[in-house]
């Protein structure tokens, strides 16, 4: 079955820098675009970042343009999410997501706290 497991997350003080793993198992990796996702406090959740299955297209919402890197490796089957310059606004569950053959899939999410 298809598990995805976040790691990565923690406390930072603002203009920090974390980086997110998320490693992939019981699918085929290589042939799914792979996502990230966050949800704060009170709000829906977002998607940041998406990168396709070769890894060579990626998308980011506008908020972290320029600060937020996604990347995979596909030989670990694993994606990343690189954070700099981080923001409190930044604060939330940081989730892994792959849509496949009709279904969304979600790991437990990494909380990423952005605070002095």
């Known amino acids: 079955q298809v598990q995805l497991v976040e790691s990565g997350g923690g406390l930072v003080q603002p203009g920090g820098s974390l980086r997110l793993s998320c490693a992939a198992s019981?699918?085929?990796?290589?042939?799914?675009?792979m996502s990230w996702y966050r949800q704060a406090p009170g709000k829906q959740r977002e998607r940041v970042a998406l990168?396709?299955?070769?890894?060579?297209?990626?998308t980011y919402a506008d908020s972290v343009k320029g600060r937020f890197t996604i990347s995979r490796d596909n030989a670990k089957n694993t994606v990343y999410l690189q954070m700099n310059s981080l923001k409190p606004e930044d604060t939330a569950v940081y989730y892994c997501?792959?849509?496949?053959?009709?279904?969304?899939?979600w790991g437990k999410g990494t909380l990423v706290t952005v605070s002095s």
């Open positions: 997501n792959v849509w496949r053959q009709g279904m969304d899939y």
């Open positions: 019981g699918f085929t990796f290589n042939n799914y675009g």
């Open positions: 990168v396709s299955g070769g890894g060579t297209s990626k």
